[in-house]
């Protein structure tokens, strides 16, 4: 295959691509929905309402909000998570989110049967925290960087101390929940922080060792990266050989050497 100025992605394409579109997405459809009381109502978790065979309630339940300050936070961490984790790894977000959603509410139904209603994000964020948090403590460990190491550390200690303060207290650090008119339900953030860690733990992480070039081998010869690059230069004189186009896609077709 020969790779042409069109083979390549544009900078438009790149652009669209890094864009935490399924976070703004989930952000923007909250924001709707709480705009408008009825809606809220129709899609939040209602007990008696899922017992009458309403279950989309336990995937919506998520973009209903119970005031202007929960959706605030709730949204604001979504999208700062997202921009962190949805580009980087879009398809373990979108699974770590999916599973979240639906453990959460059945989690409720399970385990808190006296709960009549439920609303927010707060636990499909909890899910994303803890996906970004154990990748880059993955990634760092990996790579041997200790200070990234540390810092994800603290910040995930402080993510269970916030989560333990609401298990003990029976209230929200952020969000006034008497004002709100609601209760704390720590649960939710526990659920949430399970599958987050079980999704970070089983996601691919970019901490492979650098090599040089002298450590690149071609897939298909096994000859040195640098030996074969000169071909590409020699192929502009040498009528009837591969193109250089063709020779470079051969030549950059290497294979790291873990090592040295």
Known sequence: MICTETSYP??????????????????????????????????????????????????????AHWSFDHLLWDGMALVALGVLCEVEQRRTFLWCVGISALLIPVSLWICVPNLDFYRGLSGIDSAIFMLLATTVLRENTAARRWGGVIVAGFVTAGFLGKTGFELLT??????????????????????GALVGLICGLFSQIHAAPQC??????????????????????????????ASPAETMVRCQTAVPIWGE
């Open 212 to 241: 040089s070039e002298k450590n690149s081998v071609n897939r298909e010869s096994g000859r040195p990266y640098t030996e074969l690059l000169p071909l590409a230069v020699e192929s502009f004189d040498r009528p009837g050989t």
């Open 170 to 191: 029976g209230d929200t650090l952020f969000v006034d929940s008497a004002a709100a008119g609601m209760v704390p339900l720590p649960l939710v953030h526990v659920v």
């Open 10 to 63: 544009t900078e438009t394409s790149y652009a669209v691509r890094r864009l935490p579109g399924a976070s703004l997405l989930i952000a923007a459809s909250a924001v709707c929905v709480s705009l408008t009381s009825p809606l809220a109502e129709w899609l939040q978790y209602d007990r008696t309402a899922v017992a009458a065979g309403q279950f989309w309630r336990f995937i919506t339940c998520h973009l």
